[in-house]
Nanobody, 116 residues
Framework: QVQLMESGGGLVQAGASLRLSCVAS????????MAWHRQAPGKQREMVAS???????NYADSVKGRFTISKDRTKNMVYLQMNSLKPEDTAVYYC??????????WGKGTLVTVSS
């Protein structure tokens, strides 16, 4: 069973930066894309950023220009660089890997809190 572990969350002030990391417990064959999702209190989980196997990226409108997703396939890792953080970015951030055959792997999340 593959496990994903996120790290890098924390409490920061508005305008600060954080870098989230996600590592898989073992190599995964047939990764289609990797993504970061988040869930704020009382809200549904939403996609923040994704990156395909060939490096094509996609971002939620709310984070475009501020967040950057990247990956290191050799290390089974995906990153989320978050700049100019806002209080509305406060959420639990989850890493997701989508593999062939419709298999999705999720991490347990890391909390990001942005104070005003």
């Amino acid at each position: 069973q593959v496990q994903l572990m996120e790290s890098g969350g924390g409490l920061v002030q508005a305008g600060a930066s954080l870098r989230l990391s996600c590592v898989a417990s073992r190599s995964i064959i047939g990764i289609k894309d990797m993504a970061w999702h988040r869930q704020a209190p009382g809200k549904q989980r939403e996609m923040v950023a994704s990156i395909t196997s060939i490096g094509r990226t996609n971002y939620a409108d709310s984070v475009k220009g501020r967040f950057t997703i990247s990956k290191d396939r050799t290390k089974n890792m995906v990153y989320l660089q978050m700049n100019s953080l806002k209080p509305e970015d406060t959420a639990v951030y989850y890493c997701k890997l989508a593999a062939d055959g419709g298999v999705d792997y999720w991490g347990k999340g890391t909390l990001v809190t942005v104070s005003s």
